[in-house]
């Protein structure tokens, strides 16, 4: 075995500066290692072995490529052993485990290499077009050109990171191009015929993105909704989404701005552009800052403890949120009603749907969903994507463009009307007391823990969104069973919510001033339009005026005449032009005021406007307010898993259908403070006519410390007893005094916190592993689980045995 080499100081190397993605660079430089002191004036220096390993684990940084690629050079070399093994003495060596281990070579898995100045292209042209040619031989379907070439990419680049200076020939790379090539035109042709397994992601429609997102709201996957619109929205990779932290998005004006760190051929970050991102009041399904809200106030407890910065965070085993999200896109898509005959309407193939059709879709829909698309670099700057050396230089990213572009992802289209709508916002700021409560209800760990980053602009963008779209909200808690939006504060705060929807408006007001992204040619439509709005006014008033000219100048006549019996021609021309004066000034100086607007608009520069001081006029429409419940009602049904003295009781404190709520300790506790007021029921019925209609009403749930055992239905107590009730009972028990007579109206978030404190802190006396149930996000019914545990070990170590009698506090219900 040959020992790795000892060329340099490892401390001042530079062999390892070349990260650049693009696996077709010359630079092969390998890695060298050992170390040494270095003069320094005539004075030798040596870093410390805490400064070597800090300055070798930043050379060592590179592309996330690599574990992926070592996979294939492990491809490689089973080849190698299986189809020419009299050369495995020439070209392939095991890797001690020091070297493997190297965090400077990126082996990762990897447990054999290849001696680079050894191979030659014959090899590599052997393996790609006899070994890996084809997937399915059986069937003659072959691997696609992206595939093999990857292969070819591994070897470029690995063979950069040999730990004994182990370089490609340096004919290698001119060798295999025009093989490469030749490649490229057989599997294209293979592909024509159907022979080639092709695996790339179909895109997807607008139509179906908001089909998509339906579907995630209806079942309640709010992760996947605003993972999925965030997506859209940035035209972005799913990777590019999880990688996004509170440092990296913040709001101005209308609209939220996003940068990310780096991407994919950025690995410095030295290029990437923002993103303006806009809201759709008019569709809630697919409005960004809504999702956002509801996903941010529904999951602020997950940043409580987590020390991550990360807007996304993988769920259960998965290694990122990006695989999190795809594996949940799949199970959503694969449950839903119809789902492949969906699929199959908006052109997506069986077995090419995926997360990165999202991003093909998007820039899609913004190409061609109008004949007014926007400008072509700042959609190519806005995916990220290269416009060629020259362009990228000489045509440089302009917000302008990239604003325009915003709106027409948001679902706003140009030649429609509201496309430049404002997004609901509060007329006031965080110093209004009612704006400051709802903003510790829905964020208050968030700006707790991101205080200094420029994050409260944007959660104001997102709770107003929330009060305007609270009916939408509440319409879908009211159809689902335990949705996860009743698990948003200010929904089961009526008086705070109504205090609310008095301060959004869609009205240029507070912090957002006018529309940004508005180019003229759209502005000059919304002006025509409303030209032909008062031509059409004039039309109605001329014929009104045609229609009753006779009568009105009949009835002037006869009044006249009726006086004095005098009617004279200037008496008769005054009155005529007194009538149509009246009907048709007040047209006439509408129409002027249009006409001059218009024309300024045709004297303008074609360039978008982004700074528009026009008065917007949008009213903010409000459904008709759900009947007030009685506070506290009973609800009458009949429970029929119900037995012995239940079997006949039809009056319950919950309503038919209700379930407990997944949530974490803290929304727990609030709920057994103040209970779901915002909970709603929707009951099918007849109208007078016969037609079918949905009836929404509401039935609010009361604390549920005071829930009433014989007045719940049997499923529901086992549920409440086992899974709840345990820990809320051990939590009030050090807060009992605070809350035992408090009205739920005096319990503001700043108390229901407070209190929370206090109780979990006591609680932790006697129950420590809460402290590790919170960093690691325990739902209520582990926290139950563990107190029962701990009271079984109590009991067993005491000596105590439970036998009749009254049952303990938190005994399991069977």
Not at 194 to 201: I, L, P, S, T
Not at 260 to 278: F, I, L, M
Request: contains cysteine; proline residues 5%; hydrophobic residues 35%.
């Amino acid at each position: 075995m040959p020992r790795a080499s000892t060329r340099g100081n490892t401390f001042y190397s530079n062999n390892m500066s070349n990260t650049n993605d693009d696996a077709d660079d010359d630079n092969t430089g390998s890695i060298s290692g050992g170390g040494g002191p270095n003069n320094i004036g005539g004075t030798a220096f040596e870093p410390n072995a805490a400064h070597v390993a800090a300055v070798e684990k930043t050379k060592g940084f590179t592309v996330e490529s690599m574990p992926n690629y070592q996979n294939r050079i492990m491809h490689i070399v089973q080849f190698i052993r299986t189809d020419y093994p009299h050369l495995i003495p020439l070209l392939v060596y095991e890797l001690p485990d020091d070297v493997r281990k190297d965090p400077r070579y990126h082996f990762h898995k990897a447990t054999h290499s290849i001696k680079w100045n050894n191979y030659k292209p014959e090899i590599m042209q052997s393996f790609m077009s006899g070994a890996k040619q084809w997937k399915d031989k059986e069937k003659g379907i072959k691997y696609t050109y992206d595939h093999l070439r990857k292969y070819h990419d591994a070897v470029l680049k690995c063979s950069e990171y040999s730990p004994y200076n182990y370089a490609l020939p340096s004919t290698y790379k001119k060798e295999m191009k025009p093989y490469l090539t030749n490649l490229k035109k057989e599997l294209a042709k293979a592909k024509s015929e159907g022979k080639v397994a092709e695996q790339d992601a179909d895109p997807i429609c607008f139509s179906l993105f908001e089909q998509i997102c339906i579907w995630a709201v209806m079942s309640g996957q709010i992760f996947v909704w605003c993972f999925l619109v965030l997506q859209w929205n940035l035209m972005a990779r799913a990777s590019n989404v999880d990688s996004i932290s509170f440092s990296n998005f913040w709001s101005k004006n209308d609209t939220i701005l996003f940068k990310y760190d780096t991407n994919k051929k950025d690995r410095a970050g030295e290029h990437t552009t923002e993103k303006h991102c806009y809201a759709n009041p008019l569709n809630p399904f697919v409005c960004l800052f809504l999702a956002m809200g509801c996903y941010l106030c529904i999951n602020q407890q997950k940043y409580e403890q987590n020390s991550s910065n990360s807007l996304f965070r993988a769920q259960g085993k998965d290694k990122s949120a990006s695989n999190s999200f795809s594996k949940a896109l799949h199970k959503l898509i694969k449950f839903a009603t119809r789902s492949a005959d969906v699929l199959d309407s908006h052109s997506v193939r069986e077995g090419h749907f995926g997360p990165h059709g999202v991003r093909k879709g998007a820039i899609t829909h913004v190409t061609t969903g109008s004949m007014d698309g926007p400008p072509l670099p700042s959609i190519l700057h806005r995916g990220e994507w290269s416009m060629g050396k020259v362009m990228d230089i000489y045509v440089r990213f302009c917000q302008i463009g990239d604003t325009y572009l915003g709106r027409c992802l948001a679902g706003l289209l140009p030649d429609k009307p509201n496309f430049d709508i404002l997004p609901p916002h509060f007329s006031v700021g965080i110093e209004n007391k009612h704006v400051n409560e709802a903003m510790k209800q829905c964020f208050g760990v968030i700006l707790d823990k991101h205080s200094g980053e420029g994050i409260q602009g944007c959660l104001l963008l997102f709770l107003a969104s929330i009060v305007y779209h609270n009916k939408w909200l509440k319409s879908h808690i009211a159809k689902g069973k335990s949705h996860p939006f009743l698990q948003i504060p200010i929904l089961n705060n009526s008086k705070l919510l109504e205090e609310l929807e008095k301060l959004v408006t869609l009205e240029p007001a507070g912090a957002v001033k006018s529309a940004t992204g508005v180019p003229a040619s759209v502005a000059i439509r919304e002006e025509v339009r409303d030209a032909v709005k008062l031509l059409h006014e004039y039309r109605k008033e001329v014929q009104w005026l045609k229609d009753n000219m006779v009568n009105m100048m009949k009835d002037a006549m006869e009044e006249k005449y009726t006086e004095n019996g005098n009617i004279t021609a200037s008496f008769v021309e005054g009155t005529v032009s007194r009538l149509v004066g009246k009907v048709i000034d007040q047209v006439a100086h509408k129409m002027e005021e249009s006409e001059a607007r218009l024309m300024a608009r045709l004297d303008e520069s074609s360039t978008c406007n982004t700074g528009d001081t026009r008065e917007v006029t949008r009213a903010v429409t409000r459904a008709t307010p759900l009947l007030e419940a009685q506070l506290y009602p009973t609800y009458t049904y009949h429970d029929p898993n119900a037995t012995g003295r239940n079997k006949n009781n039809t009056s319950w404190d919950v309503p038919l259908h209700f379930t407990l709520q997944t949530s974490g300790l803290f929304e727990g506790f609030r709920a057994w403070l103040t209970g779901y007021p915002a909970e709603s029921t929707v009951t099918h019925t007849t109208d007078s006519a016969g037609n079918a209609v949905e009836v929404t009403t509401r039935t609010p749930v009361k604390p549920m410390r005071l829930l009433k055992n014989g007045n719940l239905p049997k499923k529901f107590k086992k549920a409440y007893d086992n899974n709840y009730k345990p820990v809320m009972e051990v939590l009030e028990e050090a807060v009992e005094s605070d809350i035992v007579n408090r009205h739920v109206d005096e319990m503001d978030h700043s108390f229901l916190r407070s209190t929370y404190e206090r109780a979990f802190d006591a609680a932790c006396v006697k129950y420590p592993d809460f402290r590790t149930g919170i960093k690691k996000n325990w739902k209520v019914s582990t926290f139950c689980k563990k107190v029962r545990e701990a009271n079984t070990a109590e009991n067993t170590a005491n000596g105590t045995k439970r036998s009749g009698g009254k049952k303990r506090k938190h005994s399991v219900v069977v």
